[in-house]
């Protein structure tokens, strides 16, 4: 059995899985089923209570005593769907998953082992969740952790992937007004749902990708990343298993004032139990798979402050998570910083692969700037992150940045 962090994934032995989402609340579940361009054909693909089956993907009722599931039979999907994501949202009107965090297991559908379980970090204002997406990749199916939340409920999951979500009836024409054209009959009606319900309606326009979702490769060369976008560290099919470097720089908000700064790295087990953590008054770890460049106390200059050596090839087997941390130990805040950025390097070539330009700054002395998570394939991929935490060290990073992951 697999403990997930957000964008890991493992590959499925079985043909049919269930995929149940228990929280101390009850929950609606539900699945959809989107092609390649990630959209559903039309309101079939939409698994819920009141349209409990589709082509391979079903619903099952927990009877408000055990969680709701959507079973996925990966034999009967139909050609052309290429991914079913599996959301959940609370059943009562407006409740947020503020203090309901939510635990999606994946189980054999037809043995009950489990196979992997997922608790998505930090929720707060989040109405829906796209909890796991089980995916076809090169002919094999797999589940991948994912977690995205939505303030605007199902309704706003339903629009993301192309549904069309009905909205509240006009108000009824005044009596003399002349009679409407004879319009097509309703489609049967269906009991209410605790979200609008997609209706049997022309396909809205696609939708543009909500901020950070999707994924690519270093295929088309250097990748800038905006806040919570993913890069997976393969190039031409391959892994990235060689040394790379993390830079990281700052420069001072306010002309001819110095501001100290402090990069870190902090290593995680599969877990999220702490190793090491990598910082100026400890530059390396992990038996020299990650070195530290040492301090810089100005952020003067061009180029990069603090660099991080890390070497993909040498890690040991159980770190599977690196949180990349930037700190003001002499409290100044981030408000006081300009051009804040982290990039990842080839350590062989120099080449920048990944990079993310902080955009925005909060008056706190740390921030989460990227994470690199090891995949069950092998592969790694970073996310860019620009999470401020009230810290002024690494230590006090360690417990925010296990709960990023």
């Known amino acids: ?188 009606a ?51 298993l060689s040394q790379v470097k993390m830079g990281l720089g700052w420069e001072p908000a306010f002309r001819g004032k110095d501001i100290d700064l402090d990069a870190s790295v902090i290593a995680y087990g599969p877990q999220r139990n702490h190793l090491d953590s990598c910082y100026f008054g400890k530059l390396t770890i992990l038996n020299g798979a990650i070195k530290h460049s040492g301090d810089n106390l100005t952020g003067e200059g061009a180029g990069d402050d603090e660099v991080i050596v890390v070497d993909l090839g040498r890690l040991p087997a159980d770190a599977t998570g690196l949180v990349f941390t930037v700190n003001s130990f002499s409290g100044q805040k981030f408000t006081e910083v300009a051009k804040a950025y982290c990039r990842l390097m080839d350590a062989a070539t120099g080449e920048e692969l990944v990079r993310f330009d902080l955009t925005s700054a909060e008056p706190q002395t740390g921030v989460m700037m990227a994470k690199l998570i090891k995949q069950f394939s092998g592969e790694w991929e970073m996310t860019a992150m620009g999470e401020f935490v009230k810290s002024r060290t690494v230590r006090g990073m360690v417990k925010p940045a296990a709960q990023a992951l």
Do not use: C, H
């Not at 997609?198 to 088309?220: E, F, M, S, T, Y």
């Open 1 to 188: 059995m697999t403990a997930m962090t957000p964008g890991s994934n493992i590959p499925l032995a079985v043909t049919r899985v269930a995929v149940d989402v228990a929280a101390p609340v009850r929950l609606d579940v539900s699945g959809l089923l989107l092609t390649a361009d990630g959209k559903v054909r039309s309101d079939d693909d939409f698994i819920f209570y009141n349209q409990p089956s589709g082509p391979g993907v079903t619903y099952r009722s927990g009877g408000g005593t055990a969680p709701d599931a959507i079973i996925v039979d990966t034999t009967a999907v139909p050609p052309g769907i290429e991914k079913i994501v599996v959301t959940a949202s609370p059943d009562a009107a407006g409740q947020t998953f503020q203090g309901i965090e939510p635990t999606a297991t994946v189980r054999d559908a037809d043995g009950g082992a489990v196979l992997a379980t997922f608790t998505p970090p930090r929720l707060g204002t989040e109405t829906a969740l796209v909890v796991v997406e089980v995916y076809l990749r090169n002919g094999a199916w797999k589940v991948r952790a994912v977690g995205q939340g939505y303030a605007d409920g199902l309704a706003g999951i339903a629009t993301d992937f192309g549904v069309s979500v009905d909205e509240e009836p006009a108000q009824a024409a005044p009596a003399q007004a002349p009679a409407p054209a004879p319009a097509p009959a309703p489609a049967p």
């Open 190 to 240: 269906r009991a209410s749902t605790p979200a609008p319900a997609p209706q049997a309606a022309p396909p809205a326009p696609p939708a543009p990708p909500a901020p950070g979702a999707g994924k690519i490769n270093l295929d088309k060369g250097r990748v800038n990343l905006q806040k919570n976008q993913t890069v997976s560290l393969v190039k031409g099919g391959r892994p990235l």
